[in-house]
């Protein structure tokens, strides 16, 4: 698998654990670098069903499955790379044009976003055809994952 670029990476989140079960922070500055402005969680997804399928404009994101597992497919000018989020130390950072699909929900999945910026139906590309498009018109750009 190709390695990935500082764009579109997986983070490993220090836990703290004792005795009593584990912990993890995420705070602005350090263990994500973006501002978070907005959290929002997607559960009980239905088996067989996927969500995504589009890319934002401006948006970061911060992915983290607190709970199950879900498989997250990312494309950008140059590569397609697939993801398993599986543990609740391990986040996918998404920063840069890039299409997202998600896909192989379990059902107790709980995957946590953590977003630069409120909700805004205008930051969203959710036509595949423009998202290519977009890409060409941001050539010759570097592929968001590392060669
Ligand atoms: P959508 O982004 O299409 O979900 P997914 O990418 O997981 O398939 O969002 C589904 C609905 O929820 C849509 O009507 C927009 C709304 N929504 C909000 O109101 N606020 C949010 O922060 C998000 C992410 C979605």
Known sequence: MAAMNS????L??????DFRGSLIAVESGHEVEFKVQRVYYIYGVKAGSSRGFHAHRELKQLLVAVSGSVNIRCED?????EFQLDSPEKALLIDG???REM?????DCVLLAL????????????NYGDFKKM?????????????
């Open 97 to 99: 044009l890039v299409w």
């Open 12 to 17: 490993n989140l220090p836990m703290h654990g």
């Open 135 to 147: 890409l060409k018109e941001l050539q010759p750009k570097a592929s968001n994952f590392a060669a």
């Open 77 to 81: 000018s140059s590569a397609t790379q």
């Open 103 to 107: 896909y192989n929900f379990s059902e």
């Open 115 to 126: 977003a630069s910026d409120f909700y805004s139906e205008d930051d969203y590309v959710r």
């Open 7 to 10: 764009s579109v990476k997986i």
